[in-house]
């Protein structure tokens, strides 16, 4: 976390970050930090510094997020944003975003009280943490939130739609691990089709989901489509794969080489459109 780094780390974090992203393939980055858009606040702020590095590639500011749901595993979602939405914009988003079982708007405050008042040491230990650091460490306590919070997935959907200028787009991953395809949809309906009505971008590395997303039949999916894309309200969506890159090493690098290209120029409206 950029809160943790001092002002010379944060810099030199950002530089190597622009470097890797003008040397790498894509023409487009979208910046997913867990809880936070400081690499992106960091970013904006280091290019317009005096000798700052020249950024030649498109960049837009994005959130990733974990969901309370009716699963056995985490949740995860995601939201992109245009690149020229404010930064008040982007924190009256986050403030919008409630943490389940404190029942408070998303801030690292929030994730600090939430595991120290909410979190039993049970579940603390299971998750790495020892009870008395997460009492007495700010640092380790904003790590411990980060790693067991939950937003309600109520408070993610009204949070894009209030985004002023249609600025926020959701993206839900569909088939990894943390993906809406392994949601109990027989059991959980309504859960599962709300979040598939409210995002237009769903991550996917098969080629006949690819296909059932933009509402084209195929061998592999026709048995199948007419249902699926009811549950999308018989509108099409944008599935894509990327490369989910952890560290600037992974830039540009691909799972299993499948790699999604976009004929649009590279903007929010090419996005959009």
């Known amino acids: 976390r950029f809160s943790q ?11 190597s970050m622009i470097k890797a992203l003008n040397e790498s393939a894509p023409i487009a980055f979208v910046l997913m930090d867990y809880w936070t858009f400081d690499g992106w606040f960091k970013l904006k702020k280091r290019l317009c510094e005096d000798g700052a590095p020249k950024l030649m590639k498109k960049v837009f500011p994005g959130i990733e997020l974990r969901l309370v749901s009716p699963t056995t595993y985490r949740l995860n979602a995601h939201v992109v944003f245009s690149d020229d939405i404010s930064d008040q914009d982007l924190t ?24 120290r008042e909410k979190i039993g040491d049970d579940l603390l230990k299971q998750k790495g943490f020892k009870p008395v650091d997460v009492r007495s460490e700010d640092s380790v306590a904003l790590m411990a939130g980060s ?3 939950e937003i309600t997935s109520e408070s993610y959907k009204k949070a894009i739609e209030k985004v002023p200028g249609n600025k926020a ?25 709300g979040l598939m009505n409210s995002s237009p971008i769903f991550e996917t590395r098969r ?7 933009a509402g084209i039949e195929t061998d592999d999916n026709k048995a199948w489509l ?17 490369s989910d890159a952890h560290s600037y090493a ?5 799972p299993s080489d499948k790699i999604t290209w976009i004929k649009a120029d590279p903007t929010f409206f090419g996005l959009l459109q």
Not at 5 to 15: H, K, L, N
Not at 95 to 114: F, T, Y
Not at 170 to 193: Q, R, S
Not at 250 to 254: A, C, N, P, V
Request: proline letters at 5%; glycine letters at 4%.
């Open 5 to 15: 780094m001092s002002e010379p780390e944060a810099t030199a974090c950002v530089d």
């Open 147 to 149: 790693k067991i919070a």
């Open 169 to 193: 787009i959701g993206f839900m991953p569909w088939e990894p691990n943390d993906g809406l395809a392994h949601a109990d949809w027989k059991t959980h309906y309504a859960f599962v089709i």
């Open 250 to 254: 992974d830039y540009g690098i691909f």
């Open 207 to 213: 080629q006949e989901l690819w296909a059932a997303f």
């Open 92 to 115: 009256n988003f986050k403030a919008k975003l409630e943490v389940d079982l404190i029942n408070q708007p998303l801030s690292d405050e929030c994730l600090v009280r939430l595991v």
């Open 226 to 242: 007419k249902s699926f894309q009811s549950a999308l309200d018989n509108i099409p969506r944008l599935a894509v794969s990327g």
